[in-house]
């Protein structure tokens, strides 16, 4: 069973920008520059167990994960969970399969992340139609070195994670809260 711990900060675009700058002085290793596409579903069993299913496409790759919270550290900072995850061939398949099984659709959202590889933890920098934050994924005293190496030590870790973030800062489209990027004409 693969156990995910992170720690979130929302940050500003000066901030956003200091700390791309900060990983490159660290020699950080860049690993990806991706748009993401997140579509959750809940009800059923996983309300009961305050878990989550997630359709993710990125590119030309498509994820599907099951997430389900086990526990936060005593300061509330570092969220753990249970995270299984797989990809997808048939993404029309995959969500008939969800909503079959009783699941729905009630959270989309956007995202750019830009990802790097520092220690032995994942850092992201992640801007969204609401807001831009980083995560550090890695073990505790991992996210905790991490943090100093980076001076984000000083910064207020940011609880709620994107869900509950774009049901606050998004709109309700069709039954579903949606946070989405301005779509632009082209001519």
């Known amino acids: 069973m693969a156990i995910e711990i992170e720690k979130k900060y929302r940050l500003d675009k000066k901030l956003i920008v200091q700390m791309a700058a900060r990983l490159r002085e660290l020699n950080a290793v860049f690993a990806a520059d991706v748009f993401e596409e997140n579509y959750l579903h809940r009800g059923g069993l996983l309300d009961e167990r305050n878990a989550v299913l997630r359709v993710r496409k990125t590119g030309d790759i ?7 919270k086990v526990g936060t ?16 061939a048939d993404v029309a398949a995959t969500e008939h399969i ?3 099984l009783g699941y729905r659709l009630s959270v989309v959202y956007e995202k750019h992340r830009k990802s790097w590889h520092l220690g032995n933890v994942e850092v992201v920098l992640d801007e969204l139609p609401f807001g831009y934050y980083m ?5 505790i005293e991992d996210i905790i070195e991490a943090e100093k190496l980076l001076g984000a030590d000083r910064f207020e870790p940011e609880l ?3 869900p509950r973030l774009t049901v606050k800062f998004g709109k309700q489209i069709n039954g579903v809260m949606e946070s989405r990027f301005e779509k632009t004409a082209t001519v």
């Open 62 to 68: 498509t994820l599907l994960t099951y997430k389900e």
């Open 135 to 139: 995560e550090i994924e890695g073990a």
């Open 160 to 162: 709620r994670g994107y």
């Open 98 to 100: 969800i909503e079959k």
């Open 73 to 88: 550290s005593p300061d509330g900072d570092f969220k753990q969970k249970i995270e299984f995850e797989t990809v997808v």
